[in-house]
């Protein structure tokens, strides 16, 4: 009886183990996402600046402030986290285009405000891949729990179902070229 | 060949007049040498190791070394020692970046009576200022667990660890294999130690080709370089200065640590740190 006793209260501490981990496992991912938006804010925040000084030396690049308008606009009635995810690509590509599209203005490259406000950009696209590799480990993780034994069993009967990783836009993947941005 | 006639006087010599000579003339010598040393070594090495240095834009103070309290500050190592040794300081800017480095050796004792003394660091201590912006804590450890218990029973030791701040899992399979990586901030971790980060780490640890554990802190980085060596130790008093062999060998000590600054690519500032 007393053998019988102890297996189950095993059984339910690992039960509740595991049911815990699961969770911690989810909640992880969310706070990670959650990350993500914080950073992509801050650049979000940045955008205007940027915008603003290069403005007044690039005068002849209209084409792309226009864009860059047309995007942040976009991104601010995105719902959808694919939709949002898409946008913000985009407006890290045109910046980046407009990087490149710099080296023919060196009145704005020796601005010192513009010089700032670049190195505040990078700062904000490197942490913001930081936010995404860590949301990238904590899915891993998450999903690592999901699929193993005997985890998987409670993440059947709990319904925690597998979650999809961030994939680096093809886009981002290749060099960007100023020509290409422009055309398109 | 020692003439035979050398070997019979000298036997003649000590028969004759014993033992005590010799050995009266051997402290003698050992006090000479260590009244002459001392002032030898330390003007070979305020002039020579000084000129070497001062060839890649350092500057060199035999006696000072990495102050305790920037050994503490860098958590590499939870133990406390009860020794604490340096000497050979060299501080310099190169580029951009401020760095200085000392060998360290410290210990701590263990036993009652029978004091032992282990080794906690032996090595260089290096501390560069770092390009990026940070506010927490990050930690870059030789993974002991992982390589000797193999990556599942090994990780689950590293999540073990209680000393450490939360365990960091990176994507770069080749880096995991190597450190251990902890630290207070999941984010600001990755934002530091970037892909083009870890890979350079890698080649230090090559270059090196020993123990190598970094940490990050209060915009600095701390690296401790285990190296079973003195550094820069004068030759002997009765040999030549101008022994190249040797001074390529220290002028290359020197260049492989200011290499650091290059390898990790701390001149390039192109975030917010200028």
Redesign the interface.
């Known amino acids: 009886m007393l053998l019988i006793a102890g297996i189950a209260v095993v059984l339910l501490l690992g039960a509740v183990l595991t049911y815990n981990n699961l969770v911690g496992s989810r909640n992880n991912v969310e706070n990670?996402f959650g990350?993500i938006d914080v950073?992509l804010k801050k650049r979000y925040d940045l955008l205007p600046n940027l915008v603003e000084v290069a403005k007044t030396y690039m005068k002849h690049e209209s084409d792309i402030f226009t864009r860059i308008a047309e995007l942040r606009a976009r991104a601010q009635s995105a719902t959808t986290t694919d939709e949002k995810v898409a946008i913000e690509n985009q407006i890290s590509g045109t910046i980046k285009g407009l990087m490149v599209t710099v080296e023919n203005y060196p009145d704005l490259k020796a601005n010192d405000q513009f010089t700032?406000l670049?190195?505040?950009w990078?700062?904000t696209e490197?942490?913001i891949?930081?936010?995404r590799?860590?949301y990238?480990?904590?899915v891993?993780?998450y999903n690592n729990a999901v699929d193993k034994f005997p985890s998987n069993i409670f993440a059947g009967i709990f319904n925690f179902r597998r979650k999809e990783v961030f994939v680096i836009a093809e886009t981002e993947r290749q060099n960007v070229s100023a020509k290409a941005l422009f055309n398109s | 060949m020692v003439p035979l006639h050398l070997v019979l006087g000298c036997c003649y010599f000590f028969l004759k007049v014993g033992i005590w000579p010799l050995l009266l003339a051997a402290v003698g010598f050992f006090f000479f040498y260590q009244y002459h040393a001392k002032p030898f070594r330390n003007s070979y090495k305020t002039q020579i190791i000084a000129t070497l240095a001062q060839a890649q834009g350092l500057q060199y103070n035999h006696q000072a070394c990495i102050s305790r309290s920037e050994y503490d500050q860098s958590q590499i190592f939870v133990t406390t020692p009860d020794r604490y040794w340096g000497d050979d300081m060299l501080t310099g800017t190169v580029g951009k970046t401020g760095i200085r480095f000392s060998e360290l050796h410290t210990q701590y004792k263990s036993g009652g009576k029978n004091k032992t003394w282990h080794t906690i660091f032996r090595g260089i201590f290096f501390i560069a200022d770092f390009n990026k912006h940070f506010i927490g804590e990050t930690f870059v450890l030789p993974d002991v667990s992982e390589n000797a218990f193999g990556s599942t029973l090994g990780g689950f030791f590293q999540k073990l660890n209680m000393v450490r701040p939360q365990l960091i899992k990176l994507e770069d399979v080749e880096f995991e294999k190597h450190f251990a990586i902890y630290g207070t901030d999941q984010v600001e971790a990755r934002y530091i130690l970037s892909p083009a980060l870890m890979q350079r780490i890698l080649t230090l640890k090559q270059k090196f080709n020993t123990k190598v554990a970094l940490s990050f802190i209060g915009s600095h980085v701390y690296i401790a370089i285990t190296i079973n060596k003195t550094l820069f130790e004068a030759p002997w008093l009765f040999s030549t200065v101008d022994n190249y062999k040797q001074l390529e060998e220290f002028h290359t000590d020197i260049a492989m640590c200011v290499e650091i600054v290059e390898l990790l690519d701390l001149n390039t500032r192109i975030w917010t740190k200028e």
């Open positions: 990670a990350t950073m700032m670049q190195r505040s990078n700062e490197e942490q891949s930081a936010a590799r860590a990238n480990a904590a891993t993780a």
